[in-house]
């Protein structure tokens, strides 16, 4: 292991220019047989770096550095807007959602509901009960994330294009659940706008209401224009809506995938081995 680290700080010396500090990233790619690393540099005073993708390997080819230079992108991305964007939404807080929907489930046990506020209050359950899922199903994909980033740490941070394919799948699912969560919410709206008022004029349901269920339920109602914003910045592409899971996926990817590609492009002038 000592000589291989001798060797990678050989061979980015290479690429250093005067006056410039580099540093080797951990997480590489294993390619054809080579392990390929990104590494940043950066100049001490004021001013641009640049980077290089280099391989101990003495026999690596310049189209071999262009494709794990694309790669290696590719998973820096992926990590990072999992660590980052699914971290952050696995640890929204749910308590509102699971007051709601014990309050909801004994408000539709009601007996002298009218049959618009049944029907209401039974789309309501119904979507609690989907963000629930949803967002339970958001943290076990999270959970699964993060053993495979301990199992990739164990092995040295070494990742094929399997694993990093796998890690595209993934966000691909996570982007979906924010995406159906959104819309289920923005849907909702004007069922809570309507539960907002009922709880207040039904003497039933204001029995099992209390001062934090309208609180919520006025919250929701008011969400509209700020979930409306919210959905647009993750309608990726056109005519998202009410695509099955499957076909959101076959929809999306090529979008990734251009997003990848404009990225290697536009990174490629500085990279000083290409």
């Not at 640049?50 to 189209?63: H, L």
């Not at 230079?69 to 807080?93: A, D, P, V």
Request: proline share 1%; aromatic share 10%; with cysteine.
């Amino acid at each position: 292991m000592a000589n291989t680290n001798q060797s990678l700080q050989e061979e980015a010396k290479k690429y250093k220019k005067f006056l410039e500090t580099y540093k080797i990233a951990d997480h590489h790619l294993h390619l054809d047989g080579k392990d390929f690393y990104l590494v940043n540099y950066k100049k001490k005073i004021a001013g641009r770096g640049g980077m290089a993708i280099i391989s101990t390997a003495s026999d690596t080819q310049t189209e071999q550095y262009h494709i794990a230079h694309k790669w290696i992108l590719s998973l820096y991305n992926y990590l990072s807007s999992i660590r980052n964007n699914g971290s952050e939404r696995k640890n929204i807080n749910m308590r509102a959602y699971h007051k709601m929907q014990s309050f909801l489930d004994r408000v539709t046990q009601i007996s002298g509901l009218s049959e618009p506020e049944r029907m209401n209050y039974h789309t309501c359950v119904e979507a609690i009960h989907s963000l629930l899922e949803l967002q339970d199903r958001h943290v076990d994909l999270m959970e699964d994330y993060q053993d495979f980033v301990e199992k990739k740490n164990a092995e040295g941070k070494k990742y094929t294009i399997a694993d990093i394919e796998y890690l595209q799948d993934l966000l691909l699912k996570l982007d979906y659940i924010q995406f159906k969560q959104l819309n289920i919410s923005f849907n909702m709206t004007d069922n809570f706008a309507f539960m907002e008022k009922n709880v207040k004029e039904n003497a039933s349901v204001t029995e099992l209401s209390d001062s934090e269920i309208e609180r919520y339920a006025k919250e929701f109602a008011d969400s509209k224009n700020k979930l409306r914003s919210e959905i647009s910045k993750v309608s990726y592409v056109d005519g998202l809506e009410g695509l099955s899971e499957r076909e959101y996926y076959h929809k999306v990817k090529p979008y990734y995938l251009e997003i990848q590609e404009n990225d290697n492009e536009r990174l490629k002038k500085d990279l000083r081995n290409a």
